[in-house]
């Protein structure tokens, strides 16, 4: 039988291996402006953080759920998760100390401590990027604390969280600096990003937490192609790729690094070019005659706009297969 134990963890939060999966999000930047105020509404905030175990459960229970109606979404299952992630800053400030009073560059630890805006030059953020022209986390600016995102499947069950997360922040001396929301798209656009590609497909899968395929445990079941890979490279404190859990203090077991960056995104740009550069194609007959923006479009990512791979099916965005848009069992190898 295979050991799903990260399933059951009631340590991890919620959206690390689980994930919200949630129509609507906003996320919350915050600054703690009295250290101990924000001690006490760290407390208060610890049973409303999400765990792994309810999430997954949750997860699991409504996808059965969509199954049975067709794909539909079942409207008596919804909920309101929370999680919540910190800066160096944030621990410091919550703390009194250096979270990590020692650090070798090159390390992840490194790179948490230093933080994105002085680390700008190196990601690229230069120019209109750099961090004068950022909406957080600049750090000649208010320093962001902490970030608390909250989800729901209805919108109204997320304002009434938000009204009450707020009210807690204010209390208790947490400034809000900034909110993003997070929600995904409307209309026919759901479930997919916003160049109009079926989203999420790619995902790893993780050890102890997704089940194996039998046939092949190397790939997660029910998604051809999709690798599991070891816990450690998400969770801290569980074996890495390496063979060894990492080398970051016991505090931080069960942890994980939580990356958030707002790219702008061109959308009628890059469709622009796309029929421009079929036309150059097409004028060097480096393309067949009838192919469409469509078709080159779905050969730039590697997928027809439903999730099915090129590789698998060359002429046309729909399969008769219905895993055909989970498929990651593809490769690159013979492109020219």
């Not at 937490?209 to 599991?228: A, H, M, Q, V, Y």
């Not at 995104?265 to 421009?276: C, F, K, S």
């Not at 007959?285 to 706009?305: D, N, Q, S």
Request: hydrophobic share 35%; with cysteine.
């Amino acid at each position: 039988m295979t050991d799903l134990a990260l399933r059951e963890s009631t340590e991890i939060q919620g959206d690390v291996l689980a994930g919200f999966k949630k129509d609507h999000a906003q996320l919350l930047f915050l600054k703690f402006d009295d250290a101990t105020r924000a001690r006490t509404w760290l407390r208060r905030l610890k049973p409303r953080i999400a765990t792994t175990r309810q999430v997954a459960a949750f997860n699991a229970a409504f996808s059965e759920a969509r199954r049975n109606t067709g794909g539909d979404d079942p409207r008596a299952l919804h909920a309101v998760w929370r999680s919540v992630s910190f800066t160096h800053g944030g621990i410091r400030t919550l703390t009194g100390k250096d979270p990590f009073p020692d650090t070798v560059e090159g390390t992840t630890q490194h790179a948490f401590k230093q933080g994105s805006a002085v680390r700008a030059g190196m990601l690229g953020d230069t120019g209109d990027d750099s961090p004068e022209n950022w909406l957080f986390g600049d750090s000649n600016a208010q320093p962001v604390h902490a970030v608390l995102t909250v989800a729901a499947d209805k919108v109204e069950d997320l304002r009434e969280a938000l009204a009450q997360e707020r009210q807690e922040a204010s209390v208790h001396k947490v400034v809000i600096v900034f909110e993003q929301d997070g929600g995904t798209l409307a209309g026919d656009r759901r479930g997919k990003e916003h160049f109009g590609f079926k989203d999420g497909i790619s995902e790893p899968a993780v050890e102890g937490f997704d089940l194996p395929d039998p046939e092949n445990p190397g790939w997660k079941k029910g998604s051809p192609g999709t690798r599991i890979i070891p816990a450690g490279e998400f969770v801290i404190g569980e074996e890495t790729v390496e063979g060894t859990p990492s080398d970051l203090p016991d505090w931080a077991k069960n942890g994980s690094f939580h990356v958030v960056r707002r790219p702008g995104q061109d959308v009628p740009g890059w469709w622009a070019q796309i029929g421009a550069r079929l036309k150059e194609l097409k004028s060097a007959k480096a393309v067949p005659p009838e192919a469409t923006a469509e078709w080159l479009a779905a050969r730039m990512v590697g997928r027809w706009r439903s999730g099915t791979p090129v590789a698998k099916c060359p002429h046309a965005g729909m399969s008769s297969d219905p895993e055909a848009a989970t498929d990651n069992n593809i490769s690159y190898a013979n492109d020219l």
